[in-house]
C-alpha cells in the first residue's frame, strides 16, 4: 500500500477531549472519528487492527470448540422481561419502539436470545456441551463514556456462550475459556495478568477478569507476589483483622461534644488533634428505596460493591445530601451509627476499634468514647472496605501489592440463572428435565484495541505489538526522486509482500523528518529506510519501532533479515 493512498487523516494538535494516551493517539494518528460521545468510526488502519484482533479471537475459540453464530442486534423486551432484566437494566439500555408501539432494545448483552434460542432447538444431553459465540456491536448507554474506544456506548464484544449438562461441564468450558483467553492475550503480545472478580450478589459464581497491564486503567487490581493471588479491588476480600494481642482498652464514658462546621474525617482530625483510624465515618446510601449507612475506619475506602452484595439490592446509590437532611433532620456530616434512624452496616475493623469517634446524629456534634456493641448494634458485620497495598494477602497473608489495569476479557459462570428463568430445559441421560447450566465470556475487541495502544507507546506515537499491527513494515525511500532509491524500494516492496507480509511504502514527496514522524506516530512496528549514503555501500536501515538503534543491512540480506524478526515477536 502507498502512503499517498492510505486513508489516514492525521492531526498535529491534541484534541483537546482525549484525556488520555490511546484516545489521543488513535485520533492523532488518524486511526477513528467520533460520531457522537462514546460512538466512533473506524478508519482503515483502525479496522486492520480489529481484524487481527478479531482473527485471534475467533481462531482460539474455535480451537476451545466454539462455534460462530451472529445473533440480532435488536431484541425484543419480552425476552428480557422473561428474565426479570428489562427493569434491573435500567437506563444503561437503549431502548426503542416499532410501529406498532412494541418495545425493543439494542442489544447491550445476549444472554435473552441466546438461552431462546438454545431453549427452542437443543432438547437432549446428547447435544450437550454447546459453545456458541458471536463477534458484533453492543449498546450500552454508559453514565460516562469516555477515554476514546475504553468506554464506548457502541463497542465491538466477543461474546460466548456454554451450555452444559452439569456443574462438572461448566467447569470444564469455564476451564478452556479460561486458557482459550489466556492464549489471546499471549498471541497479542499484551502483558496481562488475570485477576478474581465481582460476581455480583448470586453467590458461588465464579468470575475472572482479564486485565492488560496499563497505569490509566481504571481497575484496580491487588495481588500478592508470593502466592499469585490476584484480584479486583472490587472483589479482594480483606481478611478479618486479628486483635494483635495487646489488650483492649477499657469503655470510656460514652461522651457528646459540640464540633460546629466539623464535617469530614479531616475536619475531626485538625480540631481535635486525633488520627484518622480513631475515627469511624458514616456513608449514607439510597437502596432499593431505603436509607442505610455503612460505617468504616475514618482512613478507610467504602468498597460499594461489597456493600450491594450484602443488601443484596439492585440499586445502591449515594445518596441525596438535601434529601438525607431533610428526611433525617440531620446533615451527612453529623452521621453516625449511635440511636440511627437507619439500617447500620458496620465494616469488621470497627469491631476491634475502642472508645472511637463518630457523628452525634445531631448537627455540630460528635460523640467520644464509642464502642460497638455497647453503644450501637449493627444489623451486620461485614468486610466492607477496599483492600490496600500492605493488607495481608488472604490466601497467605504475605504483603498485597497494587497495580490498575483495563479489563478487557471478562468470564463468568452464570449456572441456571437464565435457564431457570426462561425455563431453558434438556432432558439428560435419565429423561429427567433439567436447565442448562450456563457461563458467558465477553471479550472487547475495540477496548482491546485501546488498551493495546495505552500499553505500547513512547512520546513519538503508538507503538504497536507486532501479531495486531494494522502493517507490519514501512519502506522510507529518502528521497522519491531519485530512481535508484525509489527502484530498490518497489523491489524489496514486492519481494515481502510477495511472502504475504502486509508492507507500507512511503512514496510521498515529504521531507524525511516528516515521513519518520508520522511511521512513528502510527506505530508501525518495522521500518526499512534506504538512504543515499548507505546505498553507496549497497545498504538500507532497519530500525524497529521499540528500539532506539538502526541497523545497516546488506540489500541481499533484507529479506531474510525480516524473517528473522518477525520470527522473533
Ligand atoms: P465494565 O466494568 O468496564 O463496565 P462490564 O463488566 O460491564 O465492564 P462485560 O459486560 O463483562 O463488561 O463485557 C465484556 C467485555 O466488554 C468487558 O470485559 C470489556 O472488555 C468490554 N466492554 C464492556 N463495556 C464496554 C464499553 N462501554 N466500551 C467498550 N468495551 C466495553
Ligand atoms: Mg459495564
Redesign the pocket.
Known amino acids: 500500500m502507498k502512503s499517498s493512498e492510505i486513508f489516514n487523516p492525521t492531526l498535529r494538535e491534541v484534541p483537546s477531549e482525549a484525556e488520555i494516551v490511546s484516545h489521543q493517539l488513535l485520533l492523532r494518528a488518524g486511526f477513528i472519528r467520533k460520531n457522537s460521545g462514546?460512538v466512533y468510526s473506524y478508519l482503515p488502519l483502525a479496522f486492520r487492527v480489529l481484524k487481527k484482533i478479531m482473527n485471534i479471537v475467533r481462531e482460539e475459540m474455535d480451537r476451545a470448540g466454539g462455534q460462530e453464530v451472529l445473533m440480532p442486534i435488536i431484541q425484543p423486551a419480552e425476552l428480557w422481561q422473561e428474565s426479570g432484566r428489562w427493569e434491573v437494566y435500567g437506563d444503561e439500555m437503549f431502548r426503542l419502539k416499532d410501529r406498532h408501539k412494541r418495545s425493543f432494545a439494542l442489544g447491550?448483552?445476549h444472554e435473552e436470545i441466546i438461552t431462546t434460542l438454545v431453549k427452542q432447538d437443543v432438547h437432549s444431553y446428547r447435544d450437550l456441551p454447546l459453545l456458541l459465540y458471536q463477534i458484533q456491536n453492543?449498546y450500552?448507554d454508559?453514565i460516562r463514556?469516555r477515554f476514546g474506544?475504553?468506554?464506548?456506548?457502541e463497542?465491538?464484544?466477543k461474546?460466548l456462550y456454554s451450555f452444559d449438562i452439569d456443574e462438572d461441564g461448566l467447569d470444564l468450558s469455564y476451564k478452556k475459556m479460561y486458557e482459550a483467553y489466556s492464549r489471546i492475550f499471549e498471541r497479542m503480545n499484551l502483558k496481562y495478568r488475570v485477576v478474581e472478580?465481582d460476581s455480583g450478589a448470586i453467590g458461588g459464581n465464579e468470575s475472572h477478569?482479564?486485565m492488560v497491564m496499563a497505569s490509566s486503567g481504571?481497575?484496580e487490581i491487588v495481588y500478592c507476589d508470593k502466592c499469585h493471588y490476584a484480584a479486583n479491588v472490587e472483589k479482594a476480600q480483606c481478611p478479618a483483622p486479628e486483635p494483635d494481642g495487646a489488650k483492649r482498652a477499657e469503655a470510656r464514658p460514652l461522651e457528646k461534644i459540640h464540633t460546629p462546621g466539623v464535617r469530614t474525617v479531616e475536619d475531626v482530625m485538625h480540631s481535635l488533634a486525633v488520627p484518622a483510624e480513631s475515627i469511624v465515618k458514616t456513608l449514607i446510601y439510597w437502596a432499593d428505596g431505603e436509607y442505610v449507612g455503612a460505617v468504616i475506619r475514618g482512613d478507610r475506602e467504602l468498597n460499594e460493591v461489597k456493600l450491594k452484595n450484602l443488601l443484596g439490592c439492585n440499586e445502591l446509590l449515594i445518596a441525596d445530601e438535601n434529601q438525607v437532611s431533610q428526611v433525617l433532620g440531620v446533615s451527612v456530616g453529623s452521621l453516625g451509627p449511635v440511636g440511627a434512624e437507619f439500617k447500620v452496616y458496620a465494616d469488621q475493623e470497627i469491631e476491634l476499634m475502642d472508645n472511637f469517634i463518630c457523628g452525634a446524629n445531631e448537627d455540630g456534634y460528635h460523640l467520644m468514647n464509642v464502642n460497638l456493641g455497647r453503644d450501637f448494634v449493627p444489623e451486620t458485620i461485614a468486610d466492607l472496605r477496599n483492600a490496600i497495598k500492605g493488607d495481608p494477602c488472604p490466601v497467605c497473608s504475605a504483603e498485597l501489592d497494587t497495580t490498575r489495569g483495563?479489563?478487557?476479557?471478562?468470564i463468568?459462570k452464570l449456572g441456571t440463572k437464565y435457564s431457570e428463568a426462561m425455563k431453558a430445559t434438556f432432558l439428560d441421560k435419565n429423561g429427567q428435565e433439567r436447565p442448562f447450566i450456563m457461563g458467558?465470556y465477553?471479550?472487547?475487541i475495540?477496548?482491546?484495541m485501546a488498551a493495546a495502544v495505552e500499553q505500547n507507546h513512547d512520546e513519538n506515537g503508538i507503538i504497536w505489538p507486532l501479531p495486531i499491527a494494522p502493517y507490519q513494515l514501512i519502506i522510507v525511500p529518502i528521497n522519491t526522486k531519485k530512481t535508484e532509491q525509489m527502484d530498490l524500494a518497489w523491489s524489496i516492496y514486492e519481494q515481502l509482500s510477495g511472502q504475504g507480509l502486509e508492507v507500507i511504502i512511503d512514496d510521498r514527496d515529504e521531507r524525511a523528518g516528516v515521513k519518520f514522524k508520522d511511521a512513528d506516530l502510527t506505530g508501525i512496528p518495522l521500518r526499512i529506510t534506504i538512504g543515499p549514503k548507505a546505498l553507496q555501500e549497497n545498504k538500507v536501515e532497519v530500525k524497529k519501532r521499540w528500539e532506539n538503534e538502526t541497523v545497516l543491512i546488506a540489500v541481499e540480506d533484507i529479506v531474510e533479515e525480516i524473517n528473522s524478526i518477525l520470527s522473533q515477536y
Open positions: 462514546g447491550p448483552t453492543k450500552r454508559e463514556p474506544l475504553m468506554r464506548g456506548r463497542f465491538i464484544m461474546d472478580a477478569e482479564f481504571e481497575a483495563i479489563e478487557v476479557g471478562h463468568f458467558c465477553g471479550i472487547g475495540s477496548r482491546t
